[in-house]
Structure formats: structure tokens, C-alpha cells
């Protein structure tokens, strides 16, 4: 078995109706490496996972692990496989304990044969734990843990089940630089101890920092192998589009024009919001101006335009809109008043899965499609607004009949960006509306963005990945612990200012 | 091996993935055909069996008019479940209100001497009131409808106990009122128009209306469904509220058709109503509840039990089979999703 890859696919093929995700895709993962996996949404990377997981079943193809055929009929095969999977969407239990989630998928501890023993437990779970992250307690909730956190506790239950490849797909998004670093050392310490990482992401800058190979797809084939050394960011970016590309977050900033705040009368303003996670939030937006809110996860950014949205409830403060005040206590009073929110969950918050593209578009605006006095909305109108939603954002799909369900990531994310432009509004709220989601259509979005802003709509724009608002907003506000702790007009906005901001305050308390 | 460059798989590839694609689009067709027709298939085979062992009794069109005078009103109350399962929630207080709300009518018409329409109109304020407390509890208090409506049929029973003493009523009912269930038009029972009445109202609220839209993108996704800005809270209490009035319409069916008001007269109805909506789930739109399935759903189970009882099955064995079948259309109905 020497020589032989701990993992090799060969000729995956999988069909979904409408949709070819994977067309004959072939790769080895060696063990005690950690490759890379990359390529744009809908290239078939997620279908590739799913089938590994046992979750899809290939229509045609082979798997085999340490050169011997194998099956995964279903997830408890991919377990005993000796697979481990971190998906997109956490699968957790909320109202259990770290420790409880550590070992699901291993064998509990037991006691007099049949009862849990508790401590030996906690026990087991905090010398996981120890190596991974030291700051989580085993007796804590689940539900009291960051996104960032809830990940290392997926990572912590493939080690203790002893998981000789680890799948983690996209465990950057919507965490902080920090904690990537440390997610990256538990990405060493697995291969460090003889384990493989197929690693999926966006970010090409960890792909290259981080992997020994890289898988590229493309169009659910695999475009590229290669070793991580002999490649580099523009031959990434080649064979992920197709075509070449790649300027820094300042080089595009400069390129679009970006400046300070623009003279548009104010379209909206906060006066000192207030709810259990935001205190004391007061802030204006100008028409045509794109409003960043940078901070680390945990801040209370997503907490605050939720606030504003009334989807959260409020304690105090009021919000103006084109400077009246507004009653936005619940969603469709807020809608009324002019606001939307993009949310930051699409899959449990921005679509309907069960729904097809055009129900999804037209779910916020179903009114306008009746024809006069009539509760009946007319599907051949709903067809041709769906139609040009799919052609203004170039939304991959096979008919805007198709269930979104079988939709890549960055398409669905397209559809629900569709839901609210078909709606309009005046004030846009973007959560990490870039999550997860290809370099291509990531241009897309910003490209979006900017035009909303330019027909004089006003724009507030929250994204981790600092480097993007930095190339798209006109002015960055920064929160910390719920409060506004600063604000960046125009060029004041770098990378590096946003970062000193989210952690400076805290620095100073602790002094 | 520095890297290698997977050329797209040469033209014998190619064939062979058209050809695994073929058969992958052929396996689908299958599922999506057995999970679309699978239930009509089985009403239609059932038909001829029953028609082919009992071909005097059977295939007859008296036989025809009495499945649908006795199907009508278990259609009613599926057709009413089928709106609050499709948002996601349960109501349980069917049988309960089925026999409060005749207990309410009849002896409103018996004791009180009111008319039926009056008694009627009554009847159908009862079954929106008890609608709007199960919603306002499941929607706004958050609550569990399994348990609150499980309570709430509680409740209802023994109100109905209260009103009637658990007797009989079988005097003062007006000729009018027994005539609603007993009356026919065109040779067909009244009972069936009522049925379709009810039936075209629900469709185009669930199927073509914003509201049905609405509905089921709540029952689909109620967080995304609240952010778009619909009225999660609001609809779903109007769902309880629009069952509670089917479990009404059903109950003046029940007592109208018997000419008087026995206790618990909802209860034989519970189980299938919710077997035809599952069944219907099945039908035409796999793995969504929808009104033309649920009316397929409540057709088939009363063709399924007329046929054994003219076989002079015992009950027992008619329910047992009923039990199959209820089984059989949820597996039906989860090919229908993986299909989907």
C-alpha cells in the first residue's frame, strides 16, 4: 500500500436535473497533506464533498483509499472510512454542551454499562480541546460559542474520532484574521500528526499559504493539479476563470474611484439605537454613499442592522428615513419605511429551499404582479421579472423554474440579492453578502453595489474580509462589544485601520 | 511529478459520460413518474379490482353516488389540514370541534329553537374563535401546536359534553337542516357541491393567491419568509382559524346527513382526514401538501373502505389495510422528494 494516496477519485460524474455538477472530476489526496481545493461557485467542489460524505451518490466513478475500492453508500460509511466532514453550515446540537458535541461520532465514555460518564467526559473533551483552544470549556453550551469556535469543536470531534482526512469547506467565512491564523495551526497539527486536509475556500491567499497541493475546478471538471509550491495566485485565478485577473484591495479601490463620502442629502440615520446586543448606536447615511460597519464577529454589526431592520427586538432609540422618523418595529413596517436586509445566513434567513428561482425573486414584491383589484399574482409576469433578474445578475441556472435548492452557493446568494432589487428600496443592507462566494461573482456583487449607489440609493455594507469594504465603501464605521468605537472617511479607510480599530479599544480597557 | 494538467477526458469519455448522463436522466423520469401518478395508479388499480370481484355492487353508479356523498365531508377537513400543514404546523382538535361545533348548531336549533341558518352561521363564529385562540397560542405565544391543539380538542370535548350531557339529540332538528346533507342537484349529493365549493375557495387561496404564496414559503422557510416582510404570526393563525371552519362545515354535514347530533361524532374522521392529506402529498406535486393531492388522498380512502366493506371484510382488516396504505403513500411521497 506504500505510495498508494490515502484518497484518489477518479471520474466522479454527477447529474443534477438541469444541472451537470461534476463531469469525470480526478484527484489524489496524499496522506499528511493538506490540499486545496478550489474554484468558482457551481464548479462542483461542494458536490464532490457530498459525495465523499456519502450524502450524493456519484452517478458514476470510483473512490478508492489506500488503492482498495470503496462505497460510501451513506455518512456512517464515510465515518468508518475514517472521514470527517466540516460542512458550510454547522451541524450541531445548540442545546448541548462542547463536551456532548466533541463526542458525537465517538464512543461515549460509559458508566455500570449503560449510563454516560459525565466527567470522564469533560475530561476526554478537554484534552482535545487543550491543543486546539484552550479558551473553550467542555461545560460550556454550544449556543455560547463564536462561529470561529463552533468550527475548532467540528475539527475537535474528527480527532477524537480518530478521522484520517478532515473536509473542511469554507472555515474562513464570516471569522476574523486571528482566528483563521489559529484554524490554519490546527490545519498543521492534523497533518502534523499523519492526517490529510481537503481544504475548500475562496481565499487564495490561505490556499497558497497553507496547502501542500491545490485542486482546481472548473465547470465540474478538475482544471488543475498541481503542487501548491509551483503555482502562484494568478495562475490560480487563470484556471479558476478562465481568464487572468488579480489587484489588491487599494489597486481597486483607485480603479473604481472610490473616495470620501459623497454631498447626497442623508437618506438614513440612527439616534442611539439600543437592544440587548447594541448599545447606544447613532449614525447617518447619505444617498449615493456605501457605509461599511467593520468589527470582529461577535461585535454586534449583524445585531445592529437587524436592529434597524426590526427583525430584532428594540429597546430604545429611532431611526429617520429621508430625515422623518420611521416606525420600523417589525419587517414589513421596515420595508414600508424603504430598508431592506440582505441577512448574512442565505440558506436559513434569505431563501426559500423548497421554492423555485422565480418564487424566491418575486417572494418580497408578489403584489406588484397582480394584475389591478386582483389577489392573484400573474406567473407569466413573475416569469419575465425572473427571467431579467437572472440576466441583470448573471445567474447560472437552467430555467428560473429550477428549485434554488439545486443551486450553487454564489447563484443562490444572486437570488436573494434578486428578491430585494425586484422589491427596491431605499436604504440597502448587505450582511456578508460576499461569503462564500466566488471571485468572479464577488466582482459582480460589488459592481451592484456600486450602481444601487450611484442611482442615489444609500448602501450599508458589512463584510469580514476588511480588504473589500475597503475597496468599495466610502467610509468605514467600526463596532466593538455593540458600540460604535470609530469612524474611517474616505482614504482614512485602510485594511490596517479597520483591524486597529476593532482591537484597539479593547487594548486600552485592559491597560 | 510536478503537475499535471487533466485534459478534458478525450472523445471516449465523452460517450461514456453522455451515456451515464442517459441513464442517470432515465432513472429520474422513473421516480419522478412513480412519485407523480404512483397514488393514482393505485386508485385506479383498486377500482378494477374491487369492480372485478364485486361487478354487480361495485362498478355501479349508486355505489359511485354514495362514495362521494360519504367522502365529501372527511375531503372538507383534510382540505382545511392541508393549509395548516402547510405552514408547518398540526392541528389535532379536528374531531374536537367537529363535534362541538354540531353539538353547538343542533342544539341551538333544539333547545333555543333558533334557525339553521342562524344556528349555522353560529356554529362557523365558534369554529374561527377556537381557530384564532389555538393560532394566537402556536403563533404569537409560541407554543407547540401538537400540544396546544392535542389541548385544545380537549377542551372542545368536553364543552361538547357540557352543551349536550353526552346524550343524543335527535328532536327539533328543522326538516331544512336535515335536507342540507340529504338533498341532492344533478343526482349528486349536496354534500358534494358543498365539497367543492370548499375545495375551489382553499385552491386559490393556496395555489394561486399571495396568501397561498405566502403560506408556503413559510412552511418552507419561516426565518426568510418573517425577513421578507410577510406576516408569519398573522397567517399562521388565520390557517388554525380557516381549519376551525372546515371542522365546522363538516360537523353540520355529519349531524345534517344522521338528522341528529351523537357524541363524538368527529372522532372516525381524525385519522383519515390527516391519511388523505399525506396520501395527496404524494399526488401531482410530490412532497408538498396540496388540496388537488388531499382530495385524491380523501377519494382514494373512502373507495379503498367502500370496497372492503362490500366485501364483506370486517372492520379489523379495513383498518389494518387503511394503515398500510397510509404507510405506503408517506414512503411514496419521500421517493417524491428525493425525485423533486
Redo the contacts between chains.
Sequence with gaps: MSGDPLVRVEGLYKRYPGVLAVNGASFDIPPGEIVGLVGKNGAGKSTVIKILAGAVAPDDGEIRVDGQLVTVPDPRHAQALGFAFMHQELEQIPLMTVAENVMLGSKMPRRMGALVNWSTMYEQAQEVLKDLDPSIDPRALIDHLSIAQKRVIMIARALLARARLVVLDEPTTSITDEEIKHLHGICRQIKQRGGSVLYVSHRLEEILSLTDRVVVMRDGEVELTALTADTDRSRLITAITGKSSGATASERRRARNVGGRPDGPEILRADKLESADVRDVSFDLRAGEILGIGGLVGAGRTELVKLIYGADPRIGGEVFVDGKAVDTSTPPKALQAGIVLLPEDRRYEGMVLDFNLRENVTLASLPGFCRAHSPFPSKSRERSAARDMVERLSIRTSSVEQPVRFLSGGNQQKVVLGKWLQRGAKVFIFDEPTAGIDVEAKEEIYRLVEDLASQGKGIIFISSEFSEMVAVCNRVIVMQEGRLVGELDGDEATELAIVELCYGHRELTAA | M?????A??QTD?AD??AH??A???RN?RRQEFLAKYGVLIALVVSIVVFSALKPHVFPTVSNLQAIVEQFSPLAIIAFGLTVVLVMGDFDLSVAGMIGLSSAVVVSLMSVNHLGFLLAILIGILVGMAGGAVSGGLVAFAGASSFIITLAMGQVYNGLEYQITNQETIFSGIPKAYANIATGSFLGLSNQFFIMLFVLLVLY?LLE????G??M??LG??Q?????????VRELRTAGFMIIGVCSVIAGVLISSQNDSQSPNSGAPFFLPAFAAVFLGSAVLRPG?FNVLGTLVGAFFLEVISTGLTELSLSTSVILIVQGVILAGAVLLSRIGRKA?
Design positions: 510536478a503537475e499535471t494538467v487533466t478534458h477526458e469519455g461514456q459520460a451515464e448522463s441513464r442517470a436522466a429520474a386559490l394561486q393567491s399571495t396568501i404564496r405566502y408556503y414559503a418552507g422557510n426565518e426568510a419568509a418573517r425577513l421578507s416582510g410577510i406576516r408538498k423533486a
